[in-house]
C-alpha cells in the first residue's frame, strides 16, 4: 500500500470488540422485523433459515432432479441463476472470461452491488473492497502469485512442526467430564492462530481477527443499511489495526516471511489502495477463518452423527487423509461463490444473459447423489471424496486449501494419538448465514476410546 512510513511505528489504534455481528443482526431483526428478508421461490437458496436449520438439503435434491441450474426471479438479493449441478459448476468456473469474479461486476457472493440511488441515500462513498479473488486475469495472476509461495508443499512441510506442536499443546488442555464448546475452545482457537502465524500478528489480538471475519463474511448483514456505519466502522479499524503493522514491516532490515511482508515486496500489491489492502485482508482473514474452522466443528458432529465412521476412524488412522476430503465434501464451509455472465452464454441448455448474476452453490454440488453416492451420509473411505468442489475449481480454486487440508490432517492425527473420542453433549447452534456454512456453538465432552 503506498505509504510514507514514519521513523518509528505507531501505536495500535483502538479497536472495539462488540457487539458481534450475530448479535448486532439479531437485535436489528428484533426491533425490526420488517427487515426480515422475505422469500418467496420455492426454490431459493439465499434463505438463511434452512442452513441455520439444518434443512436445505430436499430442496437442493429436488432442485437437482430437475436439472444442474435454474433461474430464480424473486429474492431479496435480486434475481439469479442458481447452480446446483457438480458438472455445471466445474464448467462455468472453466470459463474465467465469461463468468466474472470482478468486484466490478459484483464480485464473489449473492450481494448486489448497491444502486446509485441507494449510494446517494447512504451518503456515502459506494464503499467496495477489491480483493484477487474478486478479480478477473491479469490482476488476479500477479495478486494471487504474491502469496501463493507461502501455501506450495514446501512451505506447508516448513509449518507441520509448529501446527502439530500448536494443535497437540491445544488438545492437551481440554477438559475432561465436563460439557465445553468445541468451536470456541478448538475450532476458533487452533484457526485465528494459525492466521496470527501467517500475518505476523500479535498474539494477544489474535481473536480480533476472527471478530472482523465475522463481521465481513455475513451477506445477510451487508443488506441492512442501518447497520452499514457500524459494519464499515469495524472494517475500517481492521484496515488501522493491519495499517500499523504495514508501516513496521517497512523498516525490518530483512523482509520477512509473513504475508504483509510479502505484499510489501510485490510489485502487484504494494501499490494497493486502501480499499484495496482492506479487501485482500478480508479475504485471507475470511478465508482462513471460515474453511478451517467450520470444517473442524463440522467433523466432530458428523463423527457423532454416524458411529460406524468414528470406529472406522478409531481403529485405522490410515483412512485420515481421506476423511480430510470427505469433511470437507460434507461441510463444504462456504456454501456459495458468484460470478457475473459476461456475454450471452448457453450452459447445458439455458441461455444466461449478459449481466445475469450465477450463483454457484458448491453445498449442493458436494451433495449430488450422481457423483457422491448416498450424500448425506459420512463415508471416511469414500473412493471420490477428492473431487468435492469445497474450495472451488479453476484459477480461483482456494490458494489456502493445502494448509486447510494439513491443518485437519493435523487435528485428526493428534485426536487419534491421544485416543479422543467427541461427543456432542450439548447445544448445536449453526451458522445462520447463505454464504458461510458452518457451526456458532456446539458443545461437547470428551471421552477415549
Given at each position: 500500500?503506498?505509504?510514507?512510513?514514519?521513523?518509528?511505528?505507531?501505536?495500535?489504534?483502538?479497536?472495539?470488540?462488540?457487539?458481534?455481528?450475530?448479535?448486532?443482526?439479531?437485535?436489528?431483526?428484533?426491533?425490526?422485523?420488517?427487515?426480515?428478508?422475505?422469500?418467496?421461490?420455492?426454490?431459493?437458496?439465499?434463505?438463511?433459515?434452512?442452513y441455520f436449520e439444518d434443512k436445505w438439503q430436499p430442496i437442493v435434491a429436488e432442485m437437482q432432479k430437475?436439472?444442474?441450474?435454474?433461474?430464480?426471479?424473486?429474492?431479496?438479493?435480486?434475481?439469479?441463476?442458481?447452480?446446483?449441478?457438480?458438472?455445471?459448476?466445474?464448467?462455468?468456473?472453466?470459463?474465467?472470461?465469461?463468468?466474472?469474479?470482478?468486484?466490478?461486476?459484483?464480485?464473489?457472493?449473492?450481494?448486489?452491488?448497491?444502486?446509485?440511488?441507494?449510494?446517494?441515500?447512504?451518503?456515502?462513498?459506494?464503499?467496495?473492497?477489491?480483493?484477487?479473488?474478486?478479480?478477473?486475469?491479469?490482476?488476479?495472476?500477479?495478486?494471487?502469485?504474491?502469496?501463493?509461495?507461502?501455501?506450495?508443499?514446501?512451505?506447508?512441510?516448513?509449518?507441520?512442526?509448529?501446527?502439530?506442536?500448536?494443535?497437540?499443546?491445544?488438545?492437551d488442555t481440554l477438559p475432561r467430564g465436563e460439557v465445553f464448546d468445541w468451536v470456541d475452545k478448538v475450532?476458533?482457537?487452533?484457526?485465528?492462530?494459525?492466521?496470527?502465524?501467517?500475518?505476523?500478528?500479535?498474539?494477544?489480538?489474535?481473536?480480533?481477527?476472527?471478530?472482523?471475519?465475522?463481521?465481513?463474511?455475513?451477506?445477510?448483514?451487508?443488506?441492512?443499511?442501518?447497520?452499514?456505519?457500524?459494519?464499515?466502522?469495524?472494517?475500517?479499524?481492521?484496515?488501522?489495526?493491519?495499517?500499523?503493522?504495514?508501516?513496521?514491516?517497512?523498516?525490518?532490515?530483512?523482509?520477512?516471511?509473513?504475508?504483509?511482508?510479502?505484499?510489501?515486496?510485490?510489485?502487484?500489491?504494494?501499490?494497493?489502495?486502501?480499499?484495496?489492502?482492506?479487501?485482500?485482508?478480508?479475504?485471507?482473514?475470511?478465508?482462513?477463518?471460515?474453511?478451517?474452522?467450520?470444517?473442524?466443528?463440522?467433523?466432530?458432529?458428523?463423527?457423532?452423527?454416524?458411529?460406524?465412521?468414528?470406529?472406522?476412524?478409531?481403529?485405522?488412522?490410515?483412512?485420515?487423509?481421506?476423511?480430510?476430503?470427505?469433511?470437507?465434501?460434507?461441510?463444504?464451509?462456504?456454501?456459495?461463490?458468484?460470478?457475473?455472465?459476461?456475454?450471452?452464454?448457453?450452459?447445458?441448455?439455458?441461455?444466461?444473459?449478459?449481466?445475469?448474476?450465477?450463483?454457484?452453490?458448491?453445498?449442493?454440488?458436494?451433495?449430488?447423489?450422481?457423483?457422491?453416492?448416498?450424500?448425506?451420509?459420512?463415508?471416511?473411505?469414500?473412493?471420490?471424496?477428492?473431487?468435492?468442489?469445497?474450495?472451488?475449481?479453476?484459477?480461483?480454486?482456494?490458494?489456502?486449501?493445502?494448509?486447510?487440508?494439513?491443518?485437519?490432517?493435523?487435528?485428526?492425527?493428534?485426536?487419534?494419538?491421544?485416543?479422543?473420542?467427541?461427543?456432542?453433549?450439548?447445544?448445536?447452534?449453526?451458522?445462520?448465514?447463505?454464504?458461510?456454512?458452518?457451526?456458532?456453538?456446539?458443545?461437547?465432552?470428551?471421552?477415549?476410546?
Open positions: 500500500m503506498a505509504t510514507v512510513a514514519p521513523p518509528t511505528p505507531q501505536a495500535r489504534p483502538e479497536v472495539r470488540t462488540s457487539p458481534t455481528a450475530y448479535k448486532a443482526l439479531t437485535e436489528h431483526f428484533k426491533q425490526h422485523p420488517e427487515d426480515v428478508p422475505v422469500h418467496t421461490h420455492k426454490w431459493d437458496l439465499s434463505r438463511s433459515d434452512i430437475a436439472g444442474p441450474l435454474h433461474y430464480i426471479d424473486d429474492s431479496p438479493f435480486g434475481p439469479y441463476w442458481s447452480v446446483v449441478g457438480h458438472k455445471a459448476i466445474q464448467h462455468i468456473e472453466a470459463l474465467p472470461e465469461t463468468f466474472s469474479s470482478s468486484w466490478e461486476h459484483g464480485g464473489i457472493t449473492i450481494l448486489d452491488r448497491l444502486s446509485d440511488e441507494e449510494v446517494a441515500e447512504t451518503g456515502a462513498d459506494r464503499r467496495e473492497l477489491p480483493m484477487f479473488i474478486a478479480m478477473d486475469r491479469p490482476q488476479h495472476t500477479g495478486q494471487r502469485r504474491t502469496v501463493a509461495p507461502k501455501f506450495t508443499p514446501s512451505g506447508m512441510k516448513e509449518m507441520e512442526p509448529e501446527i502439530r506442536k500448536r494443535t497437540g499443546e491445544l488438545l475450532s476458533i482457537e487452533l484457526t485465528t492462530g494459525m492466521l496470527a502465524i501467517l500475518f505476523g500478528f500479535p498474539w494477544e489480538d489474535r481473536r480480533l481477527l476472527t471478530f472482523w471475519s465475522d463481521w465481513a463474511g455475513d451477506t445477510e448483514l451487508a443488506t441492512v443499511r442501518e447497520l452499514d456505519e457500524m459494519r464499515w466502522g469495524f472494517l475500517h479499524e481492521m484496515a488501522a489495526y493491519f495499517q500499523t503493522l504495514w508501516i513496521e514491516r517497512t523498516q525490518d532490515k530483512e523482509p520477512g516471511n509473513d504475508l504483509i511482508s510479502m505484499m510489501i515486496h510485490s510489485e502487484a500489491m504494494n501499490q494497493m489502495r486502501p480499499e484495496e489492502f482492506m479487501g485482500n485482508l478480508i479475504l485471507l482473514i475470511v478465508g482462513g477463518n471460515d474453511t478451517t474452522r467450520n470444517s473442524m466443528s463440522g467433523f466432530v458432529h458428523a463423527l457423532d452423527k454416524f458411529p460406524d465412521q468414528r470406529k472406522a476412524f478409531e481403529q485405522d488412522p490410515d483412512v485420515i487423509p481421506n476423511a480430510v476430503q470427505e469433511m470437507l465434501r460434507m461441510q463444504t464451509p462456504l456454501a456459495h461463490m458468484r460470478r457475473t455472465c459476461t456475454e450471452d452464454s448457453e450452459v447445458f441448455g439455458k441461455t444466461i444473459k449478459k449481466g445475469e448474476k450465477v450463483i454457484m452453490w458448491y453445498l449442493a454440488a458436494n451433495h449430488e447423489e450422481e457423483i457422491f453416492p448416498d450424500p448425506h451420509t459420512l463415508d471416511l473411505n469414500r473412493d471420490n471424496a477428492k473431487r468435492h468442489i469445497a474450495f472451488g475449481y479453476g484459477i480461483h480454486r482456494c490458494v489456502g486449501a493445502r494448509l486447510a487440508e494439513l491443518q485437519l490432517r493435523i487435528l485428526l492425527e493428534e485426536m487419534h494419538k491421544r485416543r479422543m473420542r467427541v461427543h456432542v453433549a450439548g447445544d448445536v447452534e449453526r451458522v445462520r448465514a447463505n454464504f458461510v456454512h458452518g457451526f456458532r456453538k456446539l458443545e461437547v465432552e470428551i471421552t477415549e476410546f
